[in-house]
């Protein structure tokens, strides 16, 4: 009897990466945009009917698979499966920075990121700074996002809604409580390296929160009194005089830069890098 879905051996090949036997199936004539018949398990992991191929190299980080799928035979980056998880929620809740950015350039829809967060997303996003920027780069208001969680103590029925910088302190809480009993288990550099990303991540949307919820705004906060000179100098508003400041002379006119300390030199130069602020 002919299957009405994606086989679950090729979509199997997806997950484990075996990019040869994907290549040989859509070489048979496979179609990159179609789904499972039924949901998938395999160990922890489960995908729900009408899961794709792109779906599956998503969640398990496979790169050049998403790269064959996408690239030389156009899948669809925004098939959405009856549970609602895009590639790109799948790739943010496996935490592969680089799968985030390559579904983002190609189209990817961040609507459904922020609606209905669920705990096991975002529990991964904060521990993913990078993916944190690169999403508020591309416009996700995550500082607004909320969370569900399960209220505490335990004996209090019912959820609480939180927010991702939330969420990323109750982490980085929970994470620091546990680290001493670690360290007898020579895990303690994984805990620590765990501390410090939450603590980026809590900073980064804080920071984004207490800036507007702009993301560059939030970058360039240290550098804005030279973005507004810079402006009035452009349109002939304010001129360099006697007492213009040696890094603003560096900044503005290279010709009269001899002499700038190196401390205001690299924070010219660190102006220069945050002026293309998408850079996460």
Partial sequence: MAESGL???VFYAAVVG???????????????????????HDDAVSWESGSTLLIAAASMG???????LVVDHN???????SAGWTALVWAIESGRANSVEFLLDRGANTSGIVDGMCGDVALA????????RILLVAGVDLTNA????????????????????????????????????????GTLDAWTDMINRYTESASILAGVRLAGHSYKRWVLKDYMALLRLRSLLARKRA????????????????????????P????????AWLGNWRRP
């Fill in 7 to 9: 086989s679950e051996n």
């Fill in 18 to 40: 075996d990019i040869d036997h994907i290549k040989n199936w859509l070489e048979q004539g496979g179609d990159p945009n179609q789904g499972l018949a039924q949901a998938f």
């Fill in 62 to 68: 496979r790169f050049d698979i998403m790269q064959l």
């Fill in 75 to 81: 899948a669809d980056v925004n098939v959405t499966p």
């Fill in 125 to 132: 996003l904060v521990a993913t700074p990078r993916v944190v």
């Fill in 146 to 185: 909320r969370i569900n969680r399960w209220a505490h103590p335990p004996n209090f029925p019912g959820t609480v809604t939180i927010s991702l910088e939330e969420e990323a302190r109750n982490c980085l809480r929970f994470t620091e409580e546990k680290r001493a009993s670690y360290e007898a288990y």
């Fill in 239 to 262: 001129r360099a005089g006697p007492e213009t400041t040696l890094v603003v002379w560096r900044l503005f006119d290279t010709s009269t830069a001899a002499g700038v300390p190196d």
């Fill in 264 to 271: 205001c030199f690299w924070k010219v130069v660190e102006y």
